[in-house]
C-alpha cells in the first residue's frame, strides 16, 4: 500500500496550488481519501475528505470556500486544489486513506481514522 503526494511548493500569499495524492496497492474507491496538514511546531490538524465511491466530501471551516477535494478514480487520485493561500496555510500536507463508512464524517474524520498515510509535501506561502 503506497500514498505519494506531490505539488507542494512555494507560492505568494494569494496565489494557488494543486496538491496530488496518488494511490497503489488498494482498491482505491473502497477508502476515503483525507488531507491533513501539520504547520511548525503545530500539530497535524485534518484539512478535508473525500469518498471516492460517493464523491461526499468534508472540509475544514478555515478552508471552506478556498480548497477543493475531488477524486479521479480511472487514475486512483485525489487532487486537492488550493486558492486563495495563506500565510496560515504554510505546512507539510500529508494525504491518507481510511476505511468507510463514515470517515469522512465531522465526528469521525481524524487521524484514528486513517489505516495508511504517505509522507508529505510542504506548501509554503510567503511573499
Known amino acids: 500500500v503506497q500514498l505519494v503526494e506531490s505539488g507542494g511548493g512555494l507560492v505568494q500569499p494569494g496565489g494557488s496550488l494543486r496538491l496530488s495524492c496518488t494511490a497503489s496497492?488498494?482498491?482505491?474507491?473502497?477508502?476515503?481519501i483525507g488531507w491533513f496538514r501539520q504547520a511548525p511546531g503545530k500539530e497535524r490538524e485534518r484539512v478535508t475528505c473525500i469518498t471516492p465511491f460517493d464523491d461526499s466530501t468534508y472540509y475544514t471551516d478555515s478552508v471552506k470556500g478556498r480548497f477543493t477535494i475531488s477524486s479521479d478514480n480511472s487514475n486512483n487520485t485525489v487532487y486537492l486544489r488550493m486558492n486563495r493561500l495563506r500565510p496560515e496555510d504554510t505546512a507539510v500536507y500529508y494525504c491518507?486513506?481510511?476505511?468507510?463508512?463514515?470517515?469522512?464524517?465531522?465526528?469521525?474524520?481524524?487521524?484514528?481514522?486513517?489505516?495508511?498515510w504517505g509522507k508529505g509535501t510542504l506548501v509554503t506561502v510567503s511573499s
Open positions: 491518507a486513506a481510511g476505511v468507510p463508512p463514515g470517515v469522512c464524517a465531522d465526528t469521525m474524520f481524524g487521524d484514528d481514522a486513517m489505516n495508511y
Open positions: 496497492g488498494f482498491n482505491f474507491e473502497d477508502y476515503a
